[in-house]
């Protein structure tokens, strides 16, 4: 069936209300309108009842006059008295669109239709500014608790751009987040991160400086867009903890099966020497004298090997105090007699730490970089030497121990308990100043020196809080 309808008539229809609506009338002027014509019927009404008392034209005019005049000045005090407090509350709803909480309609009171509006746009007004400032303050918590976080918090859009990141995670990623954000994990090198699942073990940086993170992994929603956040959480310092009481246990088994087994091997081999005077007359009792000396010393040196680290494992928990750093070091200095050991003075700090323990594990370094200058195989310039210096950073100081021995030939088992290169080594030195510097909540770095010269820095790193 054909239609009758034209083109163009339904946009023209379209059109009409709009352009209807572009011509109507405002509110003031309709109402001014409408009390206007209200007068007409009471002008009316009072011309008839002039002309019916026969009052002259003239006076006719000047009552209508004055009427009318007086009508009209009654006609604004009613369109004021109306549309003053509309333009009010027009005025704090569109303070609440901008967020402006600030605006209130005064003169509200119950049982009046007007009144009523102004106090329910009032109460809406307050709660609206209630549920803004709980927002703002949530945003702030949120926001210092993402700031005071150890743990990097990353959050990436659908096209793995980065939204979101703390200032752990500027740290551990050495990342500006004013710059990051934006970019893409392929650009800033994060794309590892995307790939990995719940619960996955990471592993950051290399050598000593290696660290173990578990990635946590969830989804979130912002503003209807699917966001992937991303919580880091540093687990090395657990791991730690774990591989040395497995440490402490397989000792302690060892240290109970050894003991067992030395303490007679001692008492028999020393019984045995004491009656060899007797057994003179043999030929060879030179041999049997000599076989039963190893015998005992080996057991004395394994002895005393047991009981070194019987020590390691049993370090107390450090009693801080206020300690001078100039002082300390000082003192450990003069313990070192082998080689020159020089302390370059710089300004004094007051540490709060465990001076016994800091100074054991300063002594360890001391004497580690003492043994390495004096090796045989020491390739620095000049005499065997060792340096002690340190720096103030904005949060810690750096001790450095610096030597001109040979320096570092195997890294990765730097702080492995049982490990050592020396032929009288108990591999317990390096390990007792690391979990001393640990328990500080500082912690001990090794490297070849990076001055030129040949050799090694040892570095104890404290926090000064």
Not at 85 to 99: F, G, H, K, M
Request: with cysteine; proline share 4%.
């Amino acid at each position: 069936m054909a239609s009758d309808e034209r083109p163009g008539t339904t946009s023209q229809r379209t059109r009409l209300p709009l352009a209807a609506s572009r011509r109507r009338l405002s509110f003031e002027k309709r109402l001014r309108l409408w009390l206007y014509l209200l007068s007409l019927p009471a002008l009316l009404l009072c011309w008839v009842l002039l002309s019916q008392h026969s009052v002259e034209v003239s006076v006719q005019c000047i009552v209508l006059l004055v009427f009318a005049a007086g009508w009209a000045f009654a006609v604004s005090l009613l369109t004021e008295q109306i549309t003053r407090p509309l333009q009010t509350l027009s005025n704090v709803v569109a303070a609440l669109r901008e967020d402006d909480y600030s605006f209130r309609a005064r003169g509200g009171r119950r049982n009046d239709a007007m009144g009523d509006l102004a106090l329910e746009i009032n109460a809406l007004a307050a709660m609206l500014q209630n549920q803004r400032a709980s927002a703002l303050e949530a945003m702030a918590l949120v926001e210092r608790v993402m700031s005071s976080m150890q743990s990097p918090v990353l959050a990436f859009d659908p096209q793995n751009r980065l939204r979101l990141l703390n200032p752990a995670a500027e740290r551990a990623f050495n990342l500006r987040g004013q710059i990051a954000v934006g970019h893409s994990a392929q650009k800033l090198q994060l794309g590892y991160l995307l790939d990995t699942s719940d619960d996955d073990l990471l592993s950051l940086g290399d050598g000593q400086q290696a660290s173990r993170w578990v990635v946590k992994r969830t989804n979130f929603r912002l503003r209807g867009v699917p966001h992937t956040l991303l919580v880091l959480s540093d687990v090395s310092a657990a791991l730690r903890e774990e591989e040395r009481i497995a440490w402490e246990r397989l000792i302690r088994v060892l240290g109970h099966e050894i003991n067992n087994s030395l303490t007679p091997i001692k008492s028999i081999a020393g019984s045995l020497r004491a009656r060899l005077s007797s057994l003179r007359a043999v030929d060879n009792d030179r041999d049997f004298d000599s076989g039963l000396e190893v015998i005992e010393n080996r057991a004395e040196s394994l002895n005393r090997f047991l009981q070194a680290y019987r020590q390691l494992m049993g370090l107390p928990a450090p009693k801080l105090a206020p300690v001078s750093l100039t002082a300390l070091l000082e003192r450990v200095a003069r313990l070192e007699t082998r080689v020159l050991v020089t302390v370059a003075h710089a300004d004094d700090l007051t540490l709060r730490v465990d001076a016994d323990h800091i100074q054991q594990a300063l002594i360890n370094l001391t004497r580690n970089a003492a043994e390495a200058a004096l090796s045989p195989d020491a390739a620095g310039d000049g005499p065997p030497c060792v340096r002690i210096e340190w720096e103030r950073t904005a949060s810690e100081v750096v001790i450095a121990v610096t030597d001109n021995g040979t320096g570092l030939t195997n890294a990765g088992n730097l702080f492995v308990p049982f490990y050592t290169t020396k032929p009288s080594g108990t591999g317990i030195g390096l390990v007792l100043a690391q979990q001393i510097a640990q328990a500080h909540r500082g912690s001990v770095q090794l490297a070849n020196r990076s001055d030129g010269e040949i050799g090694c820095r040892a570095e104890l790193k404290l926090p000064l809080s």
